[in-house]
């Protein structure tokens, strides 16, 4: 095979990659509390076109649980109380897939939380802010921007915004939004063929 065959082949297999994948975004922006404060009622939260999860506070306002209908689930650690598991939370720029979702998975109907009879465990009993991660019935992987407050024996997250990968089981980079778009890989590629275009020029008249 020649090496030129390589060197363009490299460039369209990127550019097909990045054509064919998509990261879709959606707003939340919506701020609740649970722990000594009047208890929330059961809330529907839409995640655009990845569907939808619930917000319920369970048996009172010492809980504080998240659930996916189906067979979705959040990312969540090894930590739990009461058989309730608390969620995973992801840093700016990590990967979000099959090889780094939480420690333990949910199974259908189960409630992940960030409060049980007003306690809090792992990084949910310090003020902070993250990404939740989450995983669709449809397969597609996703992350829910947040900041987290604690105070006293009270908890409070805003949802920020989000954003999921439209390609089953693809992986999504925690925090981004966007992916380069086609029009901008073109004009990346087009730069390559007229470097190489120039250079075989040069090559001939050097000779």
């Given at each position: 095979m020649k090496i030129k065959n390589i060197f363009w082949g490299i460039p369209l297999a990127l550019f097909?990659?990045?054509a064919n994948a998509g990261i879709i975004s959606f707003t939340i922006n919506q701020t609740f509390s649970q722990g000594g404060v009047t208890d929330l009622p059961s809330t529907?939260?839409?995640?655009?076109g990845a569907g939808s999860f619930i917000l319920d506070p369970g048996f009172s306002g010492d809980y504080f649980d998240f659930m996916f209908p189906n067979s979705g689930t959040f990312s969540t650690t090894s930590s739990e109380i009461e058989g309730y598991y608390f969620l995973d939370s992801?840093?700016?720029?990590e990967t979000l897939g099959i090889g780094n979702f939480g420690s333990h998975i949910s199974a259908i109907g189960d409630w992940d939380t960030i409060l049980v009879s007003g306690l809090a465990d792992s990084i949910w009993e310090t003020s902070h802010s993250g990404y939740l991660g989450f995983l669709t019935e449809?397969?597609?992987?996703?992350?829910?921007?947040?900041t987290f407050t604690r105070t006293d024996l009270t908890s409070t997250i805003t949802l920020l915004n989000g954003a999921y990968s439209d390609v089953a089981y693809a992986d999504i980079l925690v925090g981004v939004s966007e992916i380069p778009e086609p029009s901008s890989l073109a004009l990346f590629f087009m730069g390559i063929l007229g470097f190489s275009v120039w250079r075989r020029r040069?090559?001939?008249?050097?000779i």
């Amino acid at each position: 095979m020649k090496i030129k065959n390589i060197f363009w082949g490299i460039p369209l297999a990127l550019f097909c990659t990045f054509a064919n994948a998509g990261i879709i975004s959606f707003t939340i922006n919506q701020t609740f509390s649970q722990g000594g404060v009047t208890d929330l009622p059961s809330t529907t939260i839409s995640l655009g076109g990845a569907g939808s999860f619930i917000l319920d506070p369970g048996f009172s306002g010492d809980y504080f649980d998240f659930m996916f209908p189906n067979s979705g689930t959040f990312s969540t650690t090894s930590s739990e109380i009461e058989g309730y598991y608390f969620l995973d939370s992801y840093s700016l720029g990590e990967t979000l897939g099959i090889g780094n979702f939480g420690s333990h998975i949910s199974a259908i109907g189960d409630w992940d939380t960030i409060l049980v009879s007003g306690l809090a465990d792992s990084i949910w009993e310090t003020s902070h802010s993250g990404y939740l991660g989450f995983l669709t019935e449809d397969s597609l992987y996703g992350w829910i921007d947040y900041t987290f407050t604690r105070t006293d024996l009270t908890s409070t997250i805003t949802l920020l915004n989000g954003a999921y990968s439209d390609v089953a089981y693809a992986d999504i980079l925690v925090g981004v939004s966007e992916i380069p778009e086609p029009s901008s890989l073109a004009l990346f590629f087009m730069g390559i063929l007229g470097f190489s275009v120039w250079r075989r020029r040069k090559m001939n008249t050097d000779i």
